[in-house]
C-alpha cells in the first residue's frame, strides 16, 4: 500500500485539530492557526514511472476531496519517461470555515458561539477558560447557562455561609453543585476576588470551605465507660453521637480517653472509672481539633499493629502530643501470631512523632523484618483478656 497522503488523511490531521480544541479556540481569540498548511507526502520520482496509473488515481482522490474543504497547490513535474505532469504539492485550509465543514463540526461549532457569546455578555472574566477548555465547555452546553447564574450569584454573595441546599437559583441545588464541583472551582477562581477564595482549602473535596459555604457539621460518636460521669439518656446505653462543636464543649468529668478504629471494638471496651472511648476516623482528626478539654485527659489511640495503624498515631499526635498507644506494642504482636494477616498496600514514609519503641515495631514492619509480607495484626483480633489487663494497667 502507498503512504502517499490521502484525502482521509488530510481530514484527519485537521479532525484532530478539532480534537484538542483549536478550531473552538480560535472561536474565542483568533489567532495564527489559518490559513492551516496541512503535511502532505508525494511519489518520488521512481514512483511516478514506476506506477503512474497509481499516481494519476491518487492525485485525482485528492482533487476531487479538495471540495470538502482544503485547497491543494499544483506543481508542474518535467520526467524524463511520462513527460510533464500536474501533482498535487501542498494542501492549505485557507479558514476556519473550511475546517468545520472538512471535518463536519459546524454544528458543534455553533453551539460553543452560542455559548461563547452568552458569556462575553455575563461572564467575561471567563473567556481565558473558554480559550483554554473549549472542549469541556461544549460537553457541558446544557449546565452552562446554570454554571453562569451561580458564579453570578457568588459575585453578588462572596462567601455566603450557607449550605448549598439554601442556594435558590433556578436549576441550581446541591446535587448539580456536587456534579459540577470540578469545572466550578475553575471558574469561580477565574470569576471571584481573591478575598472571597480560601487558597489554604483545594480540591473537591474541600470546595464547600474554599468558596465559604457552610460546612456539614462533623460528628463524634463515644461512649462514656462510667456512667456516674454522664448520662443523657436515663437506663440507655451511653452511646451517643453529636457534633464536633457539641463535642468540644463538653464538660465530662472524665480523666482517660481511649480512641479506637474498630465498632465492635468501641461497643465492646470495659466499663472504666471516669473515662470514655470515641469512634475513630482513620487519618482524619478534625472532629477532635476543637476539643481543648482532651489536653487535660489521659489520651490512648488503640490502631491496628500495622505500618498504616502507626501513620494514623503519628498523625494524632500532631493534633495531640501527649496521646499514648495502647496495645499496639511487639509483646502483644508476638503473642498473637497466629492471628496475623498481610497488610495489602504499607505505607514505607517516616514517622517522626513515633516514640522509640513504636519507631522500632514501625520499622520492623516496613522493612519486612517479622515475616516475608507485610505483617498486620488487627485490633479485633487480639483477645478480650488481653484487652481488660491493657485497660487496668493504664
Same mark, same amino acid.
Given at each position: 500500500?502507498?503512504?502517499?497522503?490521502?484525502?482521509?488523511?488530510?481530514?484527519?490531521?485537521?479532525?484532530?485539530?478539532?480534537?484538542?480544541?483549536?478550531?473552538?479556540?480560535?472561536?474565542?481569540?483568533?489567532?495564527?492557526?489559518?490559513?492551516?498548511?496541512?503535511?502532505?507526502?508525494?511519489?518520488?520520482?521512481?514512483?511516478?514511472?514506476?506506477?503512474?496509473?497509481?499516481?494519476?488515481?491518487?492525485?485525482?482522490?485528492?482533487?476531487?476531496?479538495?471540495?470538502?474543504?482544503?485547497?491543494?497547490?499544483?506543481?508542474?513535474?518535467?520526467?524524463?519517461?511520462?513527460? /510533464?505532469? $500536474?501533482?498535487? *504539492? +501542498?494542501?492549505?485550509?485557507?479558514? @476556519?470555515?473550511? =475546517?468545520?465543514?472538512?471535518? %463536519?463540526?459546524? #454544528?458543534?461549532?455553533?453551539?460553543?458561539?452560542?455559548?461563547?457569546?452568552?458569556?462575553?455578555?455575563?461572564?467575561?472574566?471567563?473567556?481565558?477558560?473558554?480559550?483554554?477548555?473549549?472542549?469541556?465547555?461544549?460537553?457541558?452546553?446544557?449546565?452552562?447557562?446554570?454554571?453562569?447564574?451561580?458564579?453570578?450569584?457568588?459575585?453578588?454573595?462572596?462567601?455566603?455561609?450557607?449550605?448549598?441546599?439554601?442556594?435558590?437559583?433556578?436549576?441550581?441545588?446541591?446535587?448539580?453543585?456536587?456534579? /459540577?464541583? $470540578?469545572?466550578? *472551582? +475553575?471558574?469561580?477562581?477565574?470569576? @471571584?476576588?481573591? =478575598?472571597?477564595?480560601?487558597? %489554604?482549602?483545594? #480540591?473537591?473535596?474541600?470546595?464547600?470551605?474554599?468558596?465559604?459555604?457552610?460546612?456539614?457539621?462533623?460528628?463524634?460518636?463515644?461512649?462514656?465507660?462510667?456512667?456516674?460521669?454522664?448520662?443523657?439518656?436515663?437506663?440507655?446505653?451511653?452511646?451517643?453521637?453529636?457534633?464536633?462543636?457539641?463535642?468540644?464543649?463538653?464538660?465530662?468529668?472524665?480523666?482517660?480517653?481511649?480512641?479506637?478504629?474498630?465498632?465492635?471494638?468501641?461497643?465492646?471496651?470495659?466499663?472504666?472509672?471516669?473515662?470514655?472511648?470515641?469512634?475513630? *476516623?482513620?487519618?482524619?482528626?478534625?472532629? @477532635?481539633?476543637? =476539643?481543648?478539654?482532651?489536653?487535660?485527659?489521659?489520651?490512648?489511640?488503640?490502631?491496628?499493629?500495622?505500618?498504616?495503624?502507626?501513620?494514623?498515631?503519628?498523625?494524632?499526635?500532631?493534633?495531640?502530643?501527649?496521646?499514648?498507644?495502647?496495645?499496639?506494642?511487639?509483646?502483644?504482636?508476638?503473642?498473637?501470631?497466629?492471628?496475623?494477616?498481610?497488610?495489602?498496600?504499607?505505607?514505607?514514609?517516616?514517622?517522626?512523632?513515633?516514640?522509640?519503641?513504636?519507631?522500632?515495631?514501625?520499622?520492623?514492619?516496613?522493612?519486612?523484618?517479622?515475616?516475608?509480607?507485610?505483617?498486620?495484626?488487627?485490633?479485633?483480633?487480639?483477645?478480650?483478656?488481653?484487652?481488660?489487663?491493657?485497660?487496668?494497667?493504664?
Amino acid at each position: 500500500m502507498s503512504d502517499w497522503t490521502s484525502a482521509s488523511a488530510l481530514r484527519d490531521q485537521v479532525r484532530r485539530r478539532w480534537d484538542k480544541g483549536e478550531l473552538l479556540a480560535e472561536l474565542v481569540a483568533p489567532g495564527q492557526l489559518f490559513p492551516l498548511r496541512l503535511a502532505l507526502r508525494s511519489p518520488s520520482s521512481g514512483e511516478l514511472s514506476e506506477r503512474f496509473d497509481d499516481v494519476r488515481t491518487w492525485a485525482a482522490a485528492l482533487q476531487q476531496g479538495a471540495k470538502a474543504g482544503y485547497r491543494l497547490v499544483m506543481r508542474d513535474v518535467r520526467h524524463r519517461i511520462i513527460g /510533464q505532469n $500536474s501533482l498535487p *504539492a +501542498e494542501a492549505w485550509v485557507e479558514t @476556519l470555515d473550511d =475546517a468545520l465543514r472538512l471535518t %463536519g463540526k459546524a #454544528g458543534d461549532a455553533r453551539i460553543f458561539a452560542s455559548l461563547l457569546t452568552v458569556t462575553r455578555q455575563q461572564q467575561p472574566a471567563l473567556l481565558p477558560w473558554l480559550q483554554s477548555q473549549p472542549m469541556r465547555a461544549l460537553a457541558l452546553a446544557q449546565q452552562w447557562p446554570q454554571l453562569l447564574a451561580l458564579v453570578g450569584w457568588m459575585q453578588l454573595h462572596p462567601r455566603p455561609g450557607i449550605y448549598l441546599r439554601e442556594v435558590d437559583l433556578a436549576g441550581i441545588h446541591s446535587k448539580f453543585v456536587e456534579a /459540577q464541583r $470540578s469545572v466550578l *472551582a +475553575e471558574l469561580l477562581d477565574l470569576a @471571584l476576588p481573591a =478575598a472571597a477564595i480560601d487558597a %489554604g482549602a483545594s #480540591g473537591t473535596a474541600q470546595f464547600v470551605r474554599r468558596y465559604g459555604f457552610r460546612e456539614k457539621p462533623l460528628r463524634v460518636r463515644f461512649r462514656c465507660l462510667d456512667p456516674s460521669v454522664l448520662d443523657w439518656v436515663s437506663g440507655g446505653d451511653n452511646d451517643y453521637t453529636v457534633s464536633q462543636l457539641t463535642f468540644a464543649r463538653l464538660h465530662a468529668a472524665v480523666e482517660r480517653v481511649f480512641m479506637t478504629e474498630n465498632e465492635v471494638n468501641f461497643l465492646s471496651f470495659p466499663p472504666t472509672e471516669k473515662a470514655m472511648v470515641v469512634f475513630g *476516623a482513620g487519618y482524619g482528626f478534625e472532629m @477532635l481539633a476543637n =476539643a481543648d478539654w482532651l489536653a487535660r485527659c489521659a489520651l490512648h489511640y488503640w490502631g491496628d499493629i500495622d505500618t498504616h495503624g502507626f501513620a494514623i498515631l503519628d498523625q494524632l499526635r500532631a493534633h495531640h502530643r501527649h496521646a499514648k498507644s495502647f496495645l499496639m506494642d511487639r509483646d502483644t504482636l508476638l503473642s498473637h501470631r497466629s492471628q496475623w494477616t498481610v497488610e495489602p498496600q504499607p505505607t514505607l514514609r517516616d514517622l517522626p512523632r513515633l516514640t522509640h519503641d513504636e519507631s522500632a515495631l514501625y520499622d520492623e514492619l516496613r522493612y519486612l523484618r517479622l515475616s516475608e509480607k507485610a505483617v498486620r495484626l488487627e485490633q479485633e483480633r487480639i483477645g478480650f483478656g488481653a484487652v481488660l489487663r491493657a485497660v487496668e494497667a493504664c
